[in-house]
């Protein structure tokens, strides 16, 4: 699990950013509308990681319907979206070094007896989003159920259910719950990558190899979505595909260990030395206490004869 960073709550402010570090940065971007296109303003809009709750950002739209956050670390993000009087949307996205990720969304109008059941399938999720950084994560994933009893159109329940499961070690249960998640919202970022590495752990890596596909599809600059898809090419035989994958990975992260590894290893069954030789030298570089490595030293041997 990556290193948690404290929680940040910012709101937007004109400020001249030092350039080196603007550059290490992504952005994000909305425009929220009601359901004629008119802008919606007062809009809450949460920005979450993907990769820890702890990381969320807080602000409303302007009444244009825009909003924009700045200073993002690179990487998938949630964007959730309430406005009374309105269904809760939510929306995926992949935040890449100086770039800004944008989107547009209409709000859909709900009744008040519906309102009210979303608002509690709403804090039942919240209640469910303590409980996982609380590391509870079986009452997590019973919270989570109850909300979807709810709400069982929203697919962003179906995603952390699918989580908080993974954490109790119920793979096949959780795995239900993330295709559940892309049948409900196809374009999802994480709902794809999510059911592709159970598939994959699985070792369904021919079924798990659709669902990369349509991750990197959706977020071409995802070198790990990249990296994981090449796994998946490799191990269905297709050396080729899987090479030009760890080679795109290694564009977007160059400092990819793992992919010039596996780019190395598939390199050495091709018999192309002098690349297979650079792939791993770099890689026990970057990596000299990695579990390969010492098979990464034996092939340099092996090779070097």
Known sequence: MRRKSPAVVLFFVALALPAAWAQTQGRISGRILDP????LDKVSVSIVAQWTSSVHYELTTDKNGKFLQIGLTPGDYQVRLKKDGYGPASKDLHVSIDETSDFELRLKTVEAAAEKSLSKADSLFLKANKLYADQKFTEAAAAYEEAIKLAP??????????LALKKTGRSGEALAAFKKA?????DSISANKETGEALAKAENFAEAKTYYEKAVNLSPADAEAR??????????GE?????????KALELKPDFADALYQKGTLLVGQNRVPEAVASLEK???LAPNHEKAAVAKQLLQYLKK
């Open 36 to 39: 004629n296109g008119r802008p």
């Open 153 to 162: 159109g929203s697919w962003g329940y179906y995603l952390n259910l699918g």
């Open 182 to 186: 892309v049948a409900l919202n196809p």
């Open 227 to 236: 990296y994981n898809l090449g796994i998946c090419l490799s191990s269905t």
């Open 239 to 247: 050396p080729e595909a899987a090479l030009s994958q760890f080679d």
């Open 283 to 285: 890689f026990l570089e």
